[in-house]
C-alpha cells in the first residue's frame, strides 16, 4: 500500500513510517510531498494519507499522528503504547505524559534534519534505527516493570 504525508519528516512523520514497516503494513511505501498536495496525492496514487489535518490518522484530542495509527490498528503491545508516549512528547507541544526521552528523541530529530541528507527517504532510512532502539528501550523498560 502507498502512505501520503508532508515533506521534510521530523518525529511523528518518521516515527509512523516505522509503526508502519514493522507492524502495519511492511510493504508499504511512502511518498512525501508539499503540504497542500497531500491530499491531491492521496487521491491520484490510492495512498492513505497520514500527519496532515483534516485525515483520520492524524493529531486529535491532543494526539499524534502516531498515537492515531496505534489506536486505528489496535495495536495492544505495551512497548509500542510507551514508545507512543515518548513520540508524543517529542512531537507535541502539550505533553500529556512527562517521558523524559521525548526531549532526546526531539533533539535527534532536530539534527537528522540539519545533516544535509538528500531527501526525506534517505532520513527516513538512516534514521529509523532510532526507533529500532528505542522500541527495545521500551520493550526492556516494560519488561522491568518500569514503563
Not at 532510512?125 to 523498560?141: G, S
Request: charged share 30%; net charge negative; glycine share 8%.
Amino acid at each position: 500500500m502507498k502512505w501520503v504525508t508532508r515533506e521534510r519528516v521530523k518525529v511523528d512523520r518518521v516515527a509512523c513510517p516505522w509503526l508502519i514497516k514493522k507492524f502495519i503494513d511492511p510493504g508499504a511505501a511512502f511518498l512525501f510531498v508539499p503540504a497542500e498536495r497531500v491530499l491531491q496525492v492521496a487521491k491520484q496514487e490510492g495512498a492513505i494519507p497520514f500527519d496532515v489535518p483534516d485525515v483520520e490518522l492524524g493529531h486529535h484530542d491532543g494526539r499524534c499522528s502516531f498515537e492515531a495509527l496505534v489506536g486505528k490498528y489496535h495495536l495492544r503491545d505495551p512497548a509500542i503504547r510507551l514508545l507512543a508516549q515518548i513520540v508524543h512528547g517529542a512531537d507535541v507541544d502539550e505533553d500529556l505524559y512527562g517521558r523524559p526521552e521525548a526531549a532526546g528523541l526531539k533533539a535527534i530529530a532536530e539534527g537528522f534534519r540539519s545533516l544535509g541528507l538528500k531527501d526525506d527517504h534517505e532520513i527516513l532510512a538512516k534514521e529509523c534505527i532510532v526507533y529500532d532502539a528505542l522500541y527495545a528501550y521500551c520493550q526492556h523498560l516494560v519488561q522491568r516493570g518500569r514503563g
